[in-house]
């Protein structure tokens, strides 16, 4: 157990199984000290926990916790392509949220930071990141949010 | 003649003459390794191939020939940034695909697997990257899907 | 008073002082000799100059000068990242254009030119980039636009 699997224990989080999606992509690619990881959804064993928009069938309450669920994806996705092992993390670098909303909703910053918190509570001060928090009005399966990330690895 | 170059002979595909924006944004832009292409839609010799939304005018099927002319068209800005030289690539790292849906529409992975896979179908293994994949509900012209893109080059 | 500083006088250009998020994320961050700006709002002063879309609320012309704002405040955070010193960029890479518009808007990239525009104008050819500009149905509080950006500096 490495350091940061110790925190995610402290924190109660177990980060799910990965699955490689069944196409021609990939849930992380590395580039260098980058590591770019594929948009990830809030699903577990392959199922969406969560499906519907804000503004209309989830409060901003609900959205950060999905977007938490998503971010949790990310760290398994993570771990993965460090075989395992969390420790080699130098930082987040940025974050991309993307929000399922309705036109009239405006609270996309707070969704987004459901995942932002659970980077700082993992890595500390080397998960505060640069971001992006944008509003779609469709996303695959109408799942509320999905997370983007790239993270600097040595 | 470069390998790539056979391989889209092979394909069968013609990489379009690229057209520069008219603007004070360029086609692509290398950082060291890294040569990021902007935003790319489904259009050849200045011609919308398609203008229309997901989930109404046009079906996932269509929407994936779609999301291939876009990625035919960042080929092509690629090339033109490597000197007419494809074979310089090392891999694809990340696409970001946008696709433009009605409210209800789940589809946009199958949709923006018409870019990933001709990627892989192209550079083989070193195709495969990190995507994120979503809504948009108005594109530039009402085009239904942009891809933009980052590659690894040497 | 460094010459970036100088253009942006001579273009009567005052960049505003800076606010962090209270948030778990961060204005800038950098990695090597790239610094991601998240992204940001045609704010000033904690007040949005700006709420509304794009084909309803606003003119494409008006909606060039919110991406304007969101560009001056791109600047701005770059700034206090590079601790003052605007001389240390060394370009612009990519930006990241974001219009809340209604659902038959299409003039996305004029718009996010009001961004474009305004790093071509402070850093020259240094200036520019490569881009994607896509259209939501609902950004932060309702703003019209908001922009993201990815710098080289040494
Ligand atoms: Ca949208």
């Given amino acids: 157990m490495g350091k940061i699997d110790d925190k995610l ?6 980060l799910p199984a990965t699955v490689a999606p069944a196409a021609n992509y990939v849930p992380a690619r590395r580039l260098g000290t ?6 990830q959804v809030p699903s577990r064993d392959g199922k969406d926990l969560y499906t519907g928009k804000l503004g209309s069938d989830f409060s901003t309450e609900e959205g950060q916790a999905a977007a938490r669920v998503c971010a949790v994806n990310v760290l398994a996705q993570l ?3 460090l075989d395992g092992d969390l420790d080699r993390v130098v930082g987040v670098v940025r974050l991309g949220g993307f929000v ?3 036109p009239d909703f405006g609270e996309h910053p707070k969704v987004v930071n459901g995942a932002s918190d659970l980077m700082v509570e993992v890595f500390g001060e080397a998960g505060r990141h640069a971001r992006a928090a944008i509003g779609c ?6 799942v509320p949010v999905e997370i983007e990330a790239l993270f600097e690895v040595r």
Avoid at 34 to 39: H, K, T
């Fill in 9 to 14: 224990a402290s924190l109660g989080i177990t």
């Fill in 34 to 39: 980058q590591v770019f990881i594929s948009g």
């Fill in 100 to 102: 399922n909303a309705e």
């Fill in 79 to 81: 771990r993965q392509a």
């Fill in 137 to 142: 009005y469709s996303l695959p399966r109408n």
